[in-house]
Structure formats: structure tokens, C-alpha cells
């Protein structure tokens, strides 16, 4: 089997610097825990950026992390401060991430951030070539690297090249507001296959191809005169054995237990997030503080347990995003709490993984309700946790995950008393049905 040479912005390993040694933790997000979860298995190499800022005149840590990173079979990508201030929270996090979410009115069009994202995209592929072997299959990840496999393209022809794109992909009525939208495509249609988690976003896709680039499609393929390029849906997955099995090691058991102790007799409604305008935080702490004033019996009997693991730090929207939930958090145990109870128990943390089982596995539901998702591995984890098939998942109906988790209870994140008549069902749901739906 050819070597597989996976190419994302950031490496599965966190690289850090902690009292001189090199530190590696493993990376958040979605596509580091879903691809992250196999790569291994095979002969491959991962190529992205560490995480860590290294300066030229540093050889010799340079040298050292691409040795140690060498043995996790990576090899990194060195980004600049600023790089990372154009490229990654400018173009990639202030335009491309808003707008092919549906949030259009928070995306900014800067020619400064997409000239760096252009030259970026340039150094990925530089660094490519420094490790590509010539039967190598090439897999590039997301929206961070849409230029690269076009680049790919015009050094190596011959060369086996996919690309899969982790988020929604927009109706050609929001995507053709973007300036550089026809350079986008044309970087995207590098590859041999091009990869989307439903079909609605292939869908969307091949519309825009076609009334941009003028591309006809058929059955999913894009002929553009010299090559044929295939489109398809690959919903992804998640390590289901490594989620179950956790469920029942010691350590998650004794997790499990201490958060049982703590939150006693009351239901526990999970929410867990990367901190992100996406994810419905703000709304969600609305409807659990509507129903707290709408349902007093409620109160003393059920917690939210409200994670948000830090992301995007440098961008102001999202500090405002945080200080905004923190504000709603502190409002409703300051409007509700007892000496004894707590609404909301809120951690801004990046959780452990026998940690973040063990609250999936303690948590009677799970509050996934995203006001936009490509996919969202998190539905899926709870489910993967829960070995008895009891608890209850509200998803909304506007995550990719929808499309196959249909015995989760669906909702429209927008529509506050769907939300609260969800968490009202959910609570008052037989063991008997939840069981029926987690294995159906």
C-alpha cells in the first residue's frame, strides 16, 4: 500500500516549550480527533503546523522538533506571528470560517490577509515537497489549505490527490459574495476527489462550480476540458472502540463516580463545545434559563454542565463571544442558585480525555445544538459512550451529524421553545425509548 501524506494546518500533536524541553500534547478540534484517530495505522506522515513559534535563527530547535515530531510520523510546517495573524485569524477565521457558516454580516474581505493566505498555502506546499515520495497519495484537509491542491497539481501532475473539507459548504448565493471566490474553486479542483461530510454541501459545491468556473457536472464529476474530478459525500466517523472501551476502564469509572457524588439525584445536561459563535452557546444558556423560570419544578433537580474549551483567542470576536457567555452563566446562578445547588457548572478548559468521557458517560442528556455544523464528532462520542444505550442526544437539525444520528431528538437551534420542549422530553423520556433510540 502507497504511503498516505496527510496535509491540515495543524499537526494531531500540539507542540509547546516547558522549562526547556519540548512538550507534545494532543490537539482539539474535529478533524485532529476524527482523522487523528487512525493515521497511525498506516505507513502515512502528517504534515502541519506544530502549533509553536520558531524563529529562523533557531536551527537548532528547529532541528529538534522536526526529529521529535519525526517520531509521531509528522513533520512540521514553520508559521510566523504573522503569518498566523493574516493567515490563520485574518483570512481564515475573519473570512472563510463566517462566511461559509451563514454568518456573512461578521465576514471581512481584506486583500492583505488573502495575499498572506495565498503565500502561506505556498509554504505548505513547499514543505510538501520536501518529504513527498512519488507514489505517495496526498490528502489535504480544509478550508485552511483550499489553494493547495492546485498547487499540488502544477508540480507534480501525476500525483494521487484528495481533498476533504471539514465544514458546511455554502449555497452559491452566500459563497459568490466572496472576491476570490473563482481562485478558491480552481484551488479546490487540484485534486483527483474532493470529499464533503452530506450532500447538501456537494450540492452546493458543484453548483458554484459551475456558475463560476462555467464547469458542467455529472453524477458528481467536474469535467474541466483536461481532467475529471470526482465529488462525493464521506460523512466522518469517529474511533467508536476507543470511546466504548474508555466508558468502562477504571480510571473513567472513578471519573464517573466523583461526578455522580457531586451532582447527586440531579439530571445532568451536557453541553460541550469549542468555544465558537457557531456552536449556539449564548442561545442555548437562553433556553435553560427560559426554562428555569418557566418550570420552577426544575430547579434543585437538574445542572447544566456547560464546557467551552478555548479557541481563537487572538480574535476579538471571540473574546466578546466569552465574555457575553460569561455574563448569561453568571446571570442565571446569580437569578436561581442555593446554598446547595448550582445551575450551571462551567468550565473554560480543555478537558482530558478520561474527564471528557466520564461526563459522557455521567450525563443523562446531551445538548448538541449548533446554529451551523459540518459535522460535529461530539453527537457522536456521547452516543459511542453510552454501552447501557441509555441517555438522550438533542442535536439540531443544522448539524451534518443530523443526517445520520435521526433517532436523536432534532431541533431547530433558533426556536427557543423546541429547545425547551426537547430538554422537557428528554428528562421525562423511559429508559426503555432511549435505549431503542441509541441502537437503532
Known amino acids: 500500500m502507497n504511503r498516505l501524506l496527510i496535509i491540515s494546518n495543524r499537526l494531531p500533536i500540539n507542540v509547546s516549550r516547558q522549562n526547556g524541553d519540548l512538550h507534545l500534547q494532543r490537539s482539539a478540534g474535529g478533524l485532529a480527533t476524527g482523522v487523528g484517530s487512525f493515521y497511525k495505522s498506516y505507513e502515512s506522515l502528517w504534515v502541519g503546523w506544530p502549533g509553536m513559534n520558531v524563529q529562523k535563527k533557531q536551527k537548532e530547535e528547529k532541528s529538534r522538533v522536526i526529529e521529535t515530531l519525526r517520531r509521531e510520523q509528522c513533520h512540521p510546517v514553520f508559521l510566523t506571528p504573522y503569518d498566523i495573524k493574516h493567515y490563520y485569524d485574518g483570512f481564515c477565521n475573519n473570512t472563510i470560517w463566517p462566511l461559509l457558516h451563514y454568518f456573512n454580516h461578521y465576514t ?36 485552511h489549505l483550499m489553494l493547495l491542491p492546485q498547487m499540488l497539481r ?19 448565493e452566500i459563497f459568490r459574495h466572496l472576491p476570490w471566490r473563482k481562485e478558491i474553486l480552481e484551488g479546490m479542483l487540484g485534486a483527483d476527489l474532493i ?8 450540492r452546493h459545491f458543484l453548483s458554484s462550480v459551475r456558475r463560476i468556473l462555467g464547469h458542467e457536472h455529472s453524477f458528481g464529476e467536474v469535467r474541466t476540458g483536461t481532467r475529471v474530478i470526482r465529488t462525493d459525500l464521506f460523512p466522518m466517523g469517529i474511533d467508536y472502540r476507543r470511546f466504548a472501551d474508555a466508558a468502562g476502564s477504571n480510571p473513567v469509572q472513578g471519573e464517573i463516580a466523583r461526578i455522580r457524588q457531586k451532582y447527586g439525584r440531579q439530571k445532568i445536561i451536557l453541553s460541550f463545545d469549542r468555544l465558537d459563535y457557531t456552536k449556539g452557546i449564548p442561545a442555548r444558556l437562553e433556553a435553560f434559563d427560559t426554562l428555569l423560570e418557566k418550570k420552577p419544578e426544575h430547579r434543585g433537580k437538574i445542572s447544566l454542565v456547560l464546557v467551552a474549551v478555548p479557541s481563537r483567542i487572538g480574535v476579538d470576536r471571540y473574546q466578546v463571544l466569552k465574555k457575553k457567555i460569561d455574563e448569561l452563566v ?11 445547588w448550582t445551575p450551571v457548572s462551567y468550565f473554560y478548559n480543555f478537558l482530558p480525555f478520561e474527564t471528557l468521557v466520564a461526563f459522557y458517560s455521567a450525563a443523562d442528556i446531551a445538548l448538541v445544538t449548533p446554529l451551523r455544523d459540518g459535522m460535529n464528532l461530539m453527537a457522536k462520542e456521547y452516543v459511542a459512550t453510552r454501552t447501557d444505550g441509555t441517555g438522550v442526544l438533542i442535536l439540531s437539525e443544522m448539524a451534518g451529524a443530523a443526517e445520520e444520528l435521526g433517532e436523536a431528538i432534532i431541533v431547530n437551534p433558533n426556536d427557543q421553545d423546541a429547545v425547551i420542549e426537547a430538554i422537557e422530553a428528554a428528562l421525562a423520556m423511559p429508559e426503555k425509548e432511549q435505549v431503542e433510540r441509541n441502537r437503532t
Request: with cysteine; hydrophobic share 30%.
Open 108 to 143: 471581512g474581505y481584506d486583500q492583505k490577509t488573502w495575499n498572506v493566505y495565498q503565500r502561506v498555502n505556498e509554504k505548505f506546499c513547499d514543505a510538501v515537497m520536501e518529504v513527498v515520495r512519488p507514489d505517495d497519495v496526498i490528502w489535504v484537509h480544509d478550508y
Open 330 to 340: 453568571g446571570c442565571i446562578n446569580g437569578k436561581y442558585g442555593t446554598t446547595d
Open 195 to 202: 470529499g464533503f461530510h452530506t450532500y447538501g454541501y456537494v
Open 154 to 172: 502544477e508540480r507534480l501532475p501525476e500525483a494521487e490527490i484528495g481533498y476533504f473539507h471539514h465544514i458546511p459548504f455554502p449555497s452559491f
